[in-house]
């Protein structure tokens, strides 16, 4: 079993906390609808890693190969609501550069969990809610620091 602490740093440089919305169309009526989701993934050429993480709160995992010269590479993806519930609440106190990513997918597969919805349809007023969330996610996976910021801060 991996510790939080462990998962924690292993999330913090190579994991990804994501929000999404995606365009579904739904075959029984004829129309398509937006889906929303959350999850956590991770992408490694090492798979025993990945499989522990697996056993310890279940998720799937891929394998993705490269062309050629580049190494093959696992993906373990974590998108069931109350598993990443979990996982969140395990790893949060350890989180570093993430950290921000993570409290806002948890607020949000909170919110997701306390509100009715009809399979992935939402009324819109209700994911009016939220829509900051994923406006917020979009510019924390886009931000970084200048080399001159860095050296301000660490002379």
Same mark, same amino acid.
């Given at each position: 079993?991996?510790? =939080?602490?462990?998962?924690? *740093?292993?999330?913090?440089?190579?994991?990804?906390?994501?929000?999404?919305?995606?365009?579904?169309?739904?075959?029984?009526?004829? @129309?398509?609808?937006?889906?929303?989701?959350?999850?956590?993934?991770?992408?490694?050429?090492?798979? %025993?890693? +990945?499989?522990?993480?697996?056993?310890?709160?279940?998720?799937? +995992?891929?394998?993705?190969?490269?062309?050629? *010269?580049?190494?093959?590479?696992?993906?373990?993806?974590?998108?069931?609501?109350?598993?990443?519930?979990?996982?969140?609440?395990?790893?949060? =106190?350890?989180?570093?550069?993430?950290?921000?990513?993570?409290?806002? +997918?948890?607020?949000?597969?909170?919110?997701?969990?306390?509100? %009715?919805? @009809?399979?992935?349809?939402?009324?819109?007023?209700?994911?009016?809610?939220?829509?900051?969330?994923?406006?917020?996610?979009?510019?924390?996976?886009?931000?970084?620091?200048?080399?001159?910021?860095?050296?301000?801060?660490? *002379?």
């Amino acid at each position: 079993m991996l510790s =939080p602490e462990y998962i924690a *740093g292993f999330l913090d440089a190579d994991g990804s906390f994501a929000l999404l919305k995606n365009k579904v169309f739904d075959n029984r009526w004829g @129309n398509s609808y937006i889906q929303h989701k959350g999850y956590v993934a991770v992408s490694l050429t090492y798979y %025993p890693t +990945l499989k522990k993480l697996q056993d310890q709160y279940g998720g799937y +995992l891929m394998f993705n190969k490269h062309a050629s *010269g580049k190494k093959p590479c696992w993906q373990w993806k974590l998108s069931k609501r109350d598993n990443v519930i979990i996982l969140l609440n395990d790893v949060l =106190p350890f989180l570093e550069e993430k950290k921000e990513q993570a409290q806002l +997918l948890l607020e949000y597969l909170e919110w997701r969990k306390i509100r %009715p919805y @009809n399979g992935s349809r939402w009324r819109p007023i209700d994911f009016s809610e939220v829509a900051w969330m994923f406006d917020k996610m979009k510019k924390l996976k886009h931000e970084w620091v200048s080399i001159e910021e860095v050296e301000r801060m660490y *002379g």
